[in-house]
């Protein structure tokens, strides 16, 4: 039960290149989120899938897509990268209950040049 | 719209001394609320989670926070700080979205530090 799963542990961009950062769950949770993580301001959330075929925008969608390829997967995509995106990013997952207890994955470290 | 205050971004302090981490929260319904701990370069992990069947909530690591409505707070304690224990801590409140939906609300954070 290897839990939440993110990769690249590590990418590093030149400005305007495209990625697409991949995160997989084996618990069978309903709901999936992708957030940033930047010192100083906690986590924010990106984007999210409350159930398989829906997605819908968090706090900072700007320059993001997502797509939720099944219940498993989550993808995050950046199209055209810029330096405001150098961040840790994090996948998670819960099921779709009030209480919303996250699972989180190891993180992708991206940095944009 | 919920929301989240932790005060104070950094706390030190010494081996074996109380550890108290400060978490405001609003909310307009019933909070379920939140601590997770993050290790240097690695993801969150849940400490505690208070879904109101106890204000008193225990988790791991000797870890414990109390619900206390009339101050609208769930502050985190330990009552001997261990080296091991140094690492980022975050408060977080789940609210409500619409539809049937759920999003967890994150604070900036609290680095703990432990001096020996």
């Known amino acids: 039960n290897a839990g939440v799963t993110q990769t690249p542990k590590f990418q590093v961009l030149k400005t305007g290149q495209s990625m697409t950062l991949q995160c997989a769950q084996d618990m069978n949770h309903n709901s999936m989120y992708w957030y940033r993580q930047d010192p100083g301001m906690g986590l924010r959330l990106i984007y999210y899938s409350a159930s398989e075929g829906t997605t819908d925008k968090g706090e900072v969608p700007n320059g993001y897509n997502v797509s939720r390829l099944n219940k498993r997967e989550f993808s995050l995509r950046l199209e055209s990268a810029a330096p405001s995106q150098t961040s840790v990013y994090f996948c998670a997952s819960s099921e779709r209950t009030v209480d919303n207890e996250q699972f989180f994955g190891p993180g992708t470290r991206l940095t944009v040049l | 719209a919920q929301s989240v205050t932790q005060l104070g971004s950094h706390v030190s302090v010494s081996e074996g001394a109380l550890v108290l981490l400060r978490c405001n929260y609003s909310s307009s319904v019933p909070p379920y609320l939140f601590w997770y701990v993050q290790y240097p370069n690695q993801g969150l992990q849940l400490l505690l989670k208070?879904?109101?069947?106890?204000?008193l909530v225990k988790g791991i690591n000797g870890f414990e926070a109390e619900f206390k409505k009339s101050e609208t707070s769930f502050h985190l304690t330990k009552p001997s700080a261990h080296m091991s224990d140094a690492a980022e801590y975050f408060c977080a409140v789940s609210g409500y979205s619409g539809g049937s939906n759920y999003k967890l609300t994150f604070g900036k954070g609290t680095l703990l530090t432990v001096n020996p």
């Open positions: 208070y879904t109101s069947a106890a204000t």
